[in-house]
């Protein structure tokens, strides 16, 4: 009976590669982790720092340094970093080197509530508490605010985030009790009353057009008030 020997090399090959698999498998769940490394993603303004992180870290695993890699529960850091109300979301992993990382995108505010509570709106139209490390320069918003109730704060901040020309000169938006909207600008008298958001689009174009214009005939400081409820007029009360 003749030997088949080029099935038993690959036989004895497939057996070894398995058991370096099986062995380096278990050095890597018996593998040390090391000091985290937090990384954020987007941005270099930090409402939140890398201490905090780690410390959140850190308290939700009884100490996540010098320990097995078997030992970590990653869903469980996860969970507990993207419930900081500055975090917009968090991955957690430990890289081959036995390093546990984690990787940060925090929330970015659209506009700070001033009014008897101060907080941001986040840009998903969500609360987010200030921080003591940065302050973001967005438009402040005053007047009769609920904080479960910001739909259409964030819907006017939203706009004015998306508009170079609102993004460059509103300084804060006020909403009534009625939930009329106005706006206030950099370096100008009048208020701008927006209304309600009916023809929000067409309100935005009108104003432009008129505050170009009025710019130009050096006319600007001439209003105290700027009213765009109506779709296709601008009406103006003098000072």
């Not at 506009?111 to 907080?119: D, K």
């Amino acid at each position: 009976m003749r030997v088949k020997w080029k099935h038993i090399k690959m036989v004895l090959l497939l057996m070894l590669v398995v058991g370096l698999f099986a062995f380096s498998s278990v050095r890597n769940e018996e593998r040390i982790i090391s000091k985290p490394e937090v990384s954020f993603l987007g941005g270099d303004n930090l409402f939140i720092t890398q201490e905090t992180v780690s410390k959140l870290l850190i308290q939700n695993q009884e100490g996540v340094k010098n320990v097995p890699k078997e030992t970590l529960d990653l869903n469980t850091l996860e969970n507990a970093l993207n419930s900081n109300p500055m975090i917009k979301s968090a991955e957690v992993y430990v890289a081959v080197n036995g390093t546990l990382k984690a990787e940060i995108k925090q929330k970015r505010p659209l506009a700070r509530v001033s009014t008897n509570a101060s907080y941001y709106i986040d840009d998903e139209g969500q609360y987010m508490p200030l921080s003591p490390n940065y302050t973001a320069r967005v438009p402040l918003v005053t007047g009769y605010v609920e904080k479960n109730n910001l739909k259409h704060i964030y819907t006017v901040a939203k706009k004015i985030e998306d508009d170079q020309f609102l993004k460059h000169h509103v300084v804060e938006i006020h909403q009534s009790l009625n939930g009329n909207m106005a706006l206030r600008l950099r370096k100008c008298k009048f208020m701008v009353n927006l209304g309600d958001l009916t023809f929000l689009e067409k309100k935005i174009s009108n104003f432009k057009a008129f505050y170009k214009k009025s710019l130009k005939e050096n006319t600007l400081d001439a209003y105290s008030k700027v009213n765009l409820q109506f779709e296709n007029q601008v009406v103006c009360t003098k000072t």
